[in-house]
């Protein structure tokens, strides 16, 4: 199994000012609960729930399909220390993520890889959960 | 897609997504209807168990969905000119167009949003 992202400098991985310019974060934390890079429908809440659902632990491997920018698959690594592995077909959005998992001091824990869901790029039986938020 | 959710599980290991789709049947049935091609109720369900699948719950997160579709059009309708300053006019009308489409399509019964859960036996 090929990490097919590697871990970007901050010149390849500009602020994305259509999600990070002072007015997204207002309106985003607002309607999500957090400033996390989401424009989707999961907010602070429900990723709460997802993690309790789960019932994620510390020795667990979690994969998020379409995990975008991180969320919430990196918010529930920090929240469970579960490791994580984000898979999504947008690099611009993976060297996002993986910018924001060094912020969080989660690089040791969490891994990212470009690919789609109708074709995961992992080994058979590799992890103990896994989440998608409305991607199917 | 969720056959291949199922091969990289492990035995035991646990499912969890959201998911939001138009319902089938709930609309007026016209070229233009949101529900057209939409799911039936117990269609994914039925999906996760014909996946390899057990233990499958449903939860309706519908009234949530229309919570936050109102709240993201709201939110960026107060910041109108800010946003279209870094995400430009089409963009920013395409988005709020989308959230709107939610809102309406939620109220009016033709739109869901559940959350699933499953495990690999």
């Given at each position: 199994m090929d990490e097919l992202l590697e871990n970007p400098s901050e010149s390849e991985c500009p602020p994305d000012w259509t999600v990070d310019s002072p007015a997204h974060l207002i309106v985003e934390r607002n309607v999500i609960g957090a400033n996390v890079g989401a424009n989707g429908y999961t907010t602070l809440e429900q990723a709460d729930e997802l993690e309790r659902l789960l019932?994620?632990?510390?020795d667990d491997r979690l994969l998020d399909i379409g995990a975008g920018r991180g969320w919430p698959g990196l918010y529930l690594a920090e929240k469970s220390g579960c490791e994580v592995t984000l898979l999504d077909t947008s690099d611009a959005d993976l060297r996002r993520s993986v910018r924001r998992a060094e912020a969080a001091n989660l690089l040791g824990r969490c891994s990212s890889f470009r690919g789609s869901a109708g074709a995961l790029p992992f080994r058979s039986r590799s992890f103990d959960a896994l989440i998608h938020t409305d991607v199917l | 897609m969720l056959r291949a959710c199922h091969k990289v599980l492990k035995p035991g290991g646990r499912i969890a997504f959201f998911t939001y789709f138009a319902r089938c049947?709930?609309?007026?049935?016209?070229?233009?209807?949101?529900?057209?091609g939409g799911s039936r109720s117990g269609e994914h369900q039925d999906m996760l168990q014909a996946a390899g699948f057990s233990d499958v719950v449903e939860i309706d997160m519908t009234e949530q969905f229309l919570s936050t579709a109102k709240a993201w059009y709201g939110w960026r309708q107060r910041y109108t000119a800010e946003l279209i300053q870094t995400e430009g006019k089409a963009s920013f009308s395409a988005k709020q167009s989308n959230y709107l489409d939610h809102v309406r399509s939620v109220e009016a019964g033709v739109r869901s949003r559940c959350l699933f859960l499953a495990r690999r036996s």
């Open positions: 019932r994620l632990q510390q | 049947g709930t609309g007026s049935g016209g070229d233009d209807d949101p529900s057209a």
